[in-house]
């Protein structure tokens, strides 16, 4: 099924990313069985040249699901891509918000089949670089750094986005120190987060 990332909702249903030939999200029961697939990348200029498998490559990023089962998100690296879904009793998906913005500049690479990549221009931006969630608040680290010839500065950043499950922006955290990785506890009380320059975890009070 060319599954690149699979995320438990449940003990009997499962949502995954991948290199399908249709749909964005797909959804598995617990023996494996395609249920259905859900909804499409966003449209860019050249896009007709960009089969479905490359652009799973182009826009990847986090999807994570609420403690609940409810609800995901998925938040795109490379570009300004935010979405959050709600997974209904019926095992159906409804989109609760979605955001496209600054969208990478990417280029198909291979046959989209049976070689297939996306190469990023270097002009591009990074996005959504990390991000966790809890049952109440959605935690972004947002970098919005040109790629350049410094791949490694681009993933860092400390800036975090926080918003609500509905789509609702709630604050905007900027942190001392720029970090590559975040976690959050389950009471939305402190923020923890990876500093590669001094390999330490570092807890910050939210």
């Given at each position: 099924k060319n599954i690149i990332t699979l995320t438990p909702i449940s003990s009997e249903l499962f949502i995954a990313t991948g290199l399908f030939e249709q749909g964005r999200y797909m959804l598995l029961d617990k023996s494996g069985k395609v249920l259905s697939y859900h909804f499409d990348y966003p449209t860019f200029p050249n896009d007709e040249i960009f089969t479905n498998a490359h652009k799973a490559l182009a826009f990847q990023g986090d999807l994570a699901v609420r403690p609940d089962g409810k609800r995901f998100f998925f938040a795109c690296e490379d570009s300004e891509v935010l979405e959050i879904v709600e997974i209904t009793q019926n095992n159906t998906l409804n989109k609760i918000y979605e955001f496209y913005g600054e969208l990478g500049n990417y280029k198909p690479e291979g046959d989209g089949k049976n070689s297939i990549a996306a190469a990023i221009n270097r002009h591009s931006k990074t996005k959504f670089i990390d991000s966790y969630c809890t049952q109440d608040y959605i935690y972004f680290l947002y970098s919005n750094k040109v790629i350049g010839d410094n791949i490694y500065d681009a993933y860092l950043a400390n800036t975090i986005l926080v918003f609500d499950w509905d789509g609702n922006a709630v604050k905007l955290l900027n942190l001392d120190t720029a970090?590559?990785?975040?976690?959050?506890?389950?009471?939305?009380?402190?923020?923890?987060?990876?500093?590669?320059?001094?390999?330490q975890l570092i807890r910050f009070q939210l």
């Open positions: 970090v590559s990785n975040i976690a959050i506890d389950e009471n939305d009380s402190y923020l923890y987060a990876y500093c590669n320059d001094t390999e």
